[in-house]
């Protein structure tokens, strides 16, 4: 890819960025593969890349289907069809397996009446069930807004499965870091502390019951990988929360067009269920908090903004309401609130925001609003 950098729209370009929105869907990376599959429908049809557009169309019907959105999965499914079934290119549809069972027994469902489907789903290699593929697929599924939760395969991870505290903190820490190699020596003074009289050991048996943990029936793959002393998440075997909110805010800065961009923000916005790693107070996880907490308040900004621009005051509210105890002592989130709530008339809330800046201010600062601030509110309040 780095070679179109220039060029993104060529073929070869294309074609790269699809199989990575494959590999994310092979690793049931839902949110991701569906993000990278969307980028290539416009320039998919501007250009007429049937065949790969008509896989990229097909990754976004069974995204669609497995997320419960079946009609626009349909709609997703018909174009794939069509753009496939005039080529004849029967292998592709094929190579897909169980999701092209799935995509091709819901056109039928629906009355689609087509050899070309009749004939993907005879010549599939012991048809598969949806449950049992589900059912077989290793996934693991971290939540690290809040207190932290990891699943399995949909199930979640009981404490009696993690057997310590430990083990559970220890992937925690490995997902901060995902991405770095860290010397063992590294890992333990983050968990157990420089001053603890432990054993070295004591890492070992965390990560062999971190290990057991994430085991799916007779499956045990490393998920930590090791080399020379030094440890890694194998990210490629997580979906991890964080990654596909930071996924979506890069999105939404770079579109162009202010209602995808909202569309992206308000994406970023419903992953966010609280302080990043709520219950852990590790110094390690204080840096990442405070970068995750900032960039949702910069998000609820956003969406304030443009639902003001678009003349819908009530969702302005609910995000700005988000916003303010976030950063208490903010003047521009209360101007914006201010504003939200005189644009619903609502004259009550427009006091009561302004009162609440003034007694925080007050209390925190010794000061009082700018000046800039106490001229919006007379003029909001007439």
Not at 46 to 60: C, D, E, K, N, T
Not at 79 to 99: M, P, Y
Not at 141 to 150: A, E, I, K, Y
């Amino acid at each position: 890819m780095w070679s179109y950098t220039g060029n993104p729209d060529t073929y070869e370009s294309y074609v790269c960025r699809s199989v990575l929105a494959d590999v994310a869907l092979e690793n049931h990376q839902l949110d991701k593969a569906e993000a990278l599959f969307a980028e290539l429908v416009e320039v998919g049809e501007r250009r007429q890349f049937r065949i790969p557009l008509a896989m990229v169309y097909f990754g976004l019907a069974y995204i669609h289907f497995e997320t419960k959105r079946s009609e626009r999965g349909l709609t997703h499914a018909r174009n794939a069809l069509r753009l496939i079934e005039a080529s004849k290119t029967f292998q592709l549809f094929l190579d897909q397996g169980v999701r092209s069972q799935i995509v091709a027994e819901a056109l039928i469902r629906v009355g689609e009446k087509s050899p070309f489907l009749e004939r993907v789903l005879e010549n599939l290699p012991e048809k598969q069930t949806v449950q049992s593929t589900v059912q077989d697929r290793h996934s693991i599924r971290v939540q690290c807004f809040g207190p932290l939760h990891v699943f399995v395969n949909g199930a979640e991870v009981s404490q009696e499965r993690w057997v310590s505290a430990k083990a559970r903190d220890l992937l925690a820490y490995f997902v901060t870091t995902r991405g770095e190699k860290v010397p063992a020596e590294k890992i333990f003074d983050a968990i157990w502390g420089e001053k603890e009289r432990t054993s070295r050991t004591a890492f070992h048996t965390a990560l062999s019951r971190l290990r057991n943990a994430l085991k799916h029936k007779e499956e045990n793959p490393r998920l930590i990988l090791v080399e020379v002393g030094e440890y890694w998440l194998d990210s490629a075997r997580f979906n991890i929360d964080v990654d596909e909110f930071d996924s979506a805010l890069a999105k939404a800065r770079a579109s162009s067009n202010s209602t995808t961009r909202a569309e992206w923000y308000e994406r970023a916005v419903s992953l966010y269920r609280g302080e990043y790693l709520q219950n852990m107070y590790y110094e390690w996880v204080f840096a990442e908090r405070r970068r995750l907490t900032q960039s949702y308040l910069t998000a609820l900004q956003e969406l304030t903004t443009y639902h003001l621009s678009n003349r819908s005051p009530k969702q302005a509210v609910v995000c700005i309401e988000k916003a303010i105890p976030l950063d208490l002592l903010n003047e521009d989130l209360y101007c914006h609130a201010m504003r939200a709530y005189a644009a619903l008339n609502d004259r009550t809330n427009v006091s009561r925001i302004y009162v609440e800046l003034k007694r925080l201010l007050r209390a925190e600062l010794n000061a009082v609003p700018l000046a800039e601030t106490d001229k919006l509110y007379r003029e909001l309040i007439r």
